[in-house]
């Protein structure tokens, strides 16, 4: 009989042995991402939150440029080329740092670079791409509005043809990066359908007037777009598509991201949770001694792991080109809301210490708040879900 061979010592950072899926490619990726998130955000960003600013954003977007983060799953234009794994991969180690963070990269990439990249001319994938991934320009996605949010359909904003022009009126909501962007990829009803613009932010009528007073997402620029009379040239619109496919698509490209980002901010608490169980002392020994507080940790660690295992999953699925819509939503659905529940764990853990900026515990729950809601609601996952499960629509 053959002797067994020797298993591999348990890695409490790793206990499922997922690392043994990825390639060497891929834990590069993961370790410059991380290396830089380390460097340039775990060390300032609780002041910021603290402050309710992202300063120097023009700077870290430059940075992120330089690592081939901006719109990193795109191929062509200046862009990496990395696979959907590694795309997720650097998600997770920007929200592990603040989903602030990520939600910069992923606005940029997955909504506004992706829509100019798969539905825009190819002048205008000249004009923009390479210095959006440089981070040279900032770029927003403007889709929600103050009264539509989950049923874009129904948005107001409108783009009427005038000669050879096109104008723009309404306003959108909520828009990450909008401030601070250089261009604002636009979806307005049209005489056609829902069309899409590459608005440049310096158009007379243009203006994004930054949002404040938030609790969620305070190391962020959040804005408003206002578009009040905007004149555009015939080939800012983005000509290859019409209707609701164009602005969805982009969304559940960054919806992906989100489903490997949540797993980072889960992963922050987690860790922070298990540092402090065995320092903190109670009753003569460290807290982690006690068979509730090691109950907490297993069953955040297993919701944790096997979240990153969902994504993964998901992320070869993209790779292979068999990634379905109703997918990203079983993902995004599951991940957030653990996320959440682990990062509610970890703060009883902490006790009173859980809600001090001294730890990243609390900072992660108020902004998976934010995450739980954007780019879809909890309510609409579930019923993209139940409609895929049934066959029955309950939209309406």
Same mark, same amino acid.
């Given at each position: ?5 020797? !298993? ?15 390639? =060497? ?17 775990? =060390? ?8 309710? &600013?992202? =300063? ?22 200046? #862009? ?10 650097? #998600? ?9 963070i990520r939600s910069l990269?992923?606005? *940029? ?12 001319? &190819?002048?205008?994938? *000249? ?29 107001? @904003? ?48 243009? %203006? ?7 609790? %969620?997402?305070?190391?962020?620029? @959040? ?23 164009? =602005?969805?698509? #982009? ?15 889960? $992963?922050?608490?987690? &860790? ?50 068999? !990634? ?8 995004? /659905? ?10 509610? @764990? ?10 001090? /900026?001294?730890?990243?515990?609390? $900072?992660?729950? @108020? ?10 609601t909890v309510e609409m996952? *579930? /019923? ?13």
């Open positions: 009989m053959a002797a067994s061979s020797k !298993l591999p010592p348990f890695d409490p950072a790793d206990p499922l042995g997922i690392d043994d899926l990825l390639e =060497p490619e891929d834990l590069a990726v993961r370790a410059t991402v991380r290396a830089w998130a380390a460097d340039r955000v775990v =060390p300032y960003v609780a002041q910021w939150y603290e402050d309710g &600013e992202l =300063p120097g954003i023009r700077e870290l977007a430059r940075e992120l440029g330089g690592i081939g983060a901006l719109g990193m799953s795109l191929t062509g234009y200046g #862009c990496a080329g990395a696979s959907a794994v590694q795309y997720g991969l650097a #998600c997770l180690e920007l929200e592990a740092a603040d989903s602030g990269v992923s606005v *940029q990439g997955s909504l506004a670079m992706y829509a100019i990249h798969r539905f825009g001319s &190819e002048a205008q994938k *000249q004009d923009w791409l390479p210095r959006m991934a440089a981070g040279d320009v900032i770029g927003c996605f403007g889709l929600t509005e103050p009264d539509h949010g989950s049923d874009p359909a129904a948005m107001r @904003t409108y783009a009427k043809r005038d000669g050879g022009d096109w104008v723009l009126n309404g306003r959108k909501m909520w828009i990450t990066n909008g401030s601070v962007a250089g261009v604002a990829v636009v979806w307005a009803q049209t005489e056609e359908g829902i069309r899409g613009f590459a608005v440049p932010t310096d158009s007379d009528g243009f %203006s994004a007037p930054e949002i404040k007073h938030k609790w %969620s997402l305070r190391a962020s620029v @959040t804005s408003e777009l206002v578009l009040d009379d905007v004149r555009l040239p015939a080939d800012a619109v983005l000509p290859e598509v019409v209707g609701l496919k164009g =602005p969805l698509s #982009c969304l559940s490209h960054a919806r992906y991201g989100i489903v490997w980002g949540a797993m980072g901010a889960a $992963r922050s608490c987690f &860790e922070t949770a298990v540092d402090y169980a065995k320092s903190r002392e109670q009753f003569g020994r460290p807290i982690g001694g006690f068979q509730l507080t090691q109950a907490k940790l297993a069953d955040m660690a297993v919701e944790l792991h096997k979240g990153i295992l969902l994504a993964h999953h998901l992320g070869r699925r993209m790779d292979a080109g068999r !990634l379905r819509p109703e997918q990203v939503s079983f993902g995004k /659905l599951n991940n957030v809301r653990e996320a959440i529940e682990i990062c509610r @764990t970890a703060r009883t853990i902490l006790g009173a210490n859980g809600i001090s /900026l001294e730890y990243p515990v609390m $900072r992660h729950a @108020t902004n998976l708040e934010s995450v739980l809601t954007y780019e879809g996952h *579930q /019923l993209v879900l139940g409609k895929a499960l049934t066959g029955l629509d309950a939209f309406r």
